[in-house]
Every structure is written in C-alpha cells, then in structure tokens.
C-alpha cells in the first residue's frame, strides 16, 4: 500500500511538491487541501496517512483521524503550535533539508562578510560618487557569535571557520564544534554575547527564545555591534533595537524575519538607514530536496521506524 499524502499550505504552489512525490514514491496518493470546498482535495479525511504543512488552518490536522505524523514544511515548527486543536499523539517532525541548510549558510556568511568588509559604507561610497579605502579589518580579530547551534546555525558556524574568523554560538546544551567556542544555557548568554561583534540569530521561536533580542541583551553586545536575524521575528524586540540603532550602540541590523510579514509599509524599519531587509528568504524550502526528506520519515514510519528529527513538545522544538 503506498500512504496518502495531504500537502497544506494555503501560500505554497503545491505542484513541484507533487512532481517530487511521484517521482520519488512512485503512486503514492498526493492530496492538496484548500480552504475553499469546491477546490478541497482531501476527500475521505480516514484516508490520510501524513500531513504536509506550513501555518496549518487550525483544526484542519485534528479532523484526521489516521494522522501518522505531521511535516513541517519550514526548520521553524512555531507556526504549529498556533493551532489549538493540535493533535497530541501525532508525531510532529521538523523539516533538514540539505537545500535550506546550505542556503542558510550563504546567507549567514554573505551578510557576515558584508559587515564585516564595510560593504555597506562603500555602497554608500559609490552612491555618492565617492573614491575611498577605509582600513581593513583582520578576520582572525573578528568574533561572529550564533545564537542556537543546530542543524542551520551548526552548520553557519562550521563554514565560517575556515574563513578564519573567531566563531562561538550559544545553545542549551554544550557543543563540540572544531574550531567554534561553545556556550550555553542561561548563564552563558551575557558572557556570549560580551565577546560578540557580529551577532546572527538562529533559534527556534519558542516560549524560551522569545523577546530574546532586547534592551538587555544588546546592551552586553559591544559599541558598533552588528545582528543578523534570520530566525524569526518574535526573537527581537523591535522597539529595543531601533533605540539601539538609533544610540549607535548598534552599527547595522540585517532582518530577514519579522513580527508581522509581509512587514507592513509604515515600519519604521523600511526607513532606517542602518537596517537592511530581506523578505524572508534567508533559506526557502527546495521542492525536490524537502521531498527527498518527508520520503525518507514516511519510509521509515512505513518500515516501523521512529520518524527523524521528531519535535520535543515539551520545549517546542
Ligand atoms: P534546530 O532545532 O536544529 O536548532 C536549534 C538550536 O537552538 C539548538 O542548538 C538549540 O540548542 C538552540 N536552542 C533552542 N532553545 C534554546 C534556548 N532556550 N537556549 C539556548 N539555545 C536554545 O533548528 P534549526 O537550526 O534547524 O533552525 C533554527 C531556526 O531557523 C528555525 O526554528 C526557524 O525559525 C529558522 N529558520 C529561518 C529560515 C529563514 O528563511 N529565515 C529558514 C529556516 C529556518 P540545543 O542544540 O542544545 O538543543
Ligand atoms: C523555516 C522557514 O522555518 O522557512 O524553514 O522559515
């Protein structure tokens, strides 16, 4: 028996998801949900044997009766847990996905770069027809600083060692990274952030992780500090940072994610020079490469075997 599959998100194109599928599991029974009934894939709700999800309308996953596991279309599981009638003996299993991790680690070590080399000072430089070289910085001196270790900022910190920069990150558990100075836990997270230039969030939102960006924890950034977020909106306390742009504390702020996306258009962060924006692409999930994820989870669960990288709903993540 091949399993029914049941593909929903309301902003995702469901047809490169579709082709993966049949490609890679043969007759497997690929269904697309939609909120509208005359366009409603699903059929028999007893039929569905996994789910295929980004920001799920709430209730949805709990009128599935078979549900044998959930799959997160994104790394983040935070749109999950928005659902109220989330169902509790269901597996819920967060995306790794080779294509999104890499792309992470581009984005990282492209941003860090650019702070690092003043690229946006020369792009000022050029706007206004200026000829200038201002000193340059050694990358053995320059301490990056990653908030959350995992799959995505693991693999961010693992690649910019060899660039010869001093890396640490910031975790719950201590890591054994070649080359990255591992701190974690709450008591860590000032001394982390004492010696960090170059700030890039990736955590997981979760109650924990929330606000975590704030007044406080920039402050025990350095003078001229830089951030990087590419994790989700809900990290940061938008008002604490524009007042730390704003004193000069904080150099620049490159923002991927945001309380409210798209960002509305009176956000004063449109207008601040020191902030750049980017529409939430840091990494985006790769039709082909996820399939290749979500066939590997339903053929273990078909064989029996527990599903990977299954979330703990206890720290939601
Ligand atoms: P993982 O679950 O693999 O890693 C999470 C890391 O955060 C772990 O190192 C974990 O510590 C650490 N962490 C979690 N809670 C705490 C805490 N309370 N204190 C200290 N450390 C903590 O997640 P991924 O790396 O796969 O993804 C990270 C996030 O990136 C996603 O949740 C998502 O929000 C975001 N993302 C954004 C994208 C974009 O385009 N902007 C694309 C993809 C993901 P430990 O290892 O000890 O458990
Ligand atoms: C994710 C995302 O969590 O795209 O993967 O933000």
């Known amino acids: 028996m091949t399993p029914t599959v049941l593909f929903m998100a309301a902003e995702g194109k469901p047809d490169p998801w579709r082709d993966a599928f049949l ?4 007759g497997v029974d690929f269904r697309v949900w939609n909120p509208d009934p005359e366009k409603d894939q699903t059929g028999d709700k007893s039929e569905i044997d996994y789910a295929i999800v980004w920001k799920p309308a709430a209730g949805v996953l709990a009128s599935l009766p078979n549900l044998k596991a959930v799959f997160s279309m994104g790394a983040g599981v935070d749109h999950l847990f928005g659902d109220p009638e989330l169902p509790k003996d269901v597996p819920l299993v967060r995306l790794v996905d080779r294509c999104l991790t890499q792309g992470m680690s581009e984005y990282v070590i492209y941003w860090v770069i650019h702070y690092h080399r003043k690229m946006g000072v020369y792009a000022k430089f050029r706007a206004d027809n200026v000829w200038k070289r201002m000193r340059q910085a050694d990358a053995e001196q320059r301490r990056v600083g990653i908030l959350g270790l995992g ?3 693991g693999d961010a910190a693992t690649k910019l060692v060899p660039l010869h ?10 890591k054994e990274i070649p080359g990255v100075e591992s701190f974690h836990g709450e008591d860590q997270l000032i001394p982390f952030l004492n010696r960090t230039e170059i700030l890039v969030c990736l955590l997981p939102l979760t109650p924990d992780t929330t606000g975590i960006i704030n007044k406080d924890t920039l402050a025990a950034l350095p003078e001229g500090a830089f951030i990087i977020n590419c994790a989700r909106g809900g990290h940061v306390v938008d008002d604490d940072l524009l007042a730390a742009l704003d004193s000069g504390h904080i150099e620049g702020a490159t923002l991927d994610v945001f309380h409210t996306e798209p960002l509305p258009a009176d956000h004063p962060y449109w207008s601040h020079p020191k902030v750049t924006i980017t529409p939430h692409m840091a990494s985006l999930t790769v039709p082909n490469s996820s399939t290749e994820w979500y066939v590997k989870n339903i053929e273990r669960m078909e064989r029996g075997e527990a599903p990977l990288n299954t979330v703990d709903r206890g720290t939601r993540y």
């Open 23 to 26: 490609a890679q599991m043969p």
């Open 165 to 174: 920069y001093q890396v640490a990150g910031w975790s719950r558990s201590k």
């Open 151 to 153: 799959e995505l900022g």
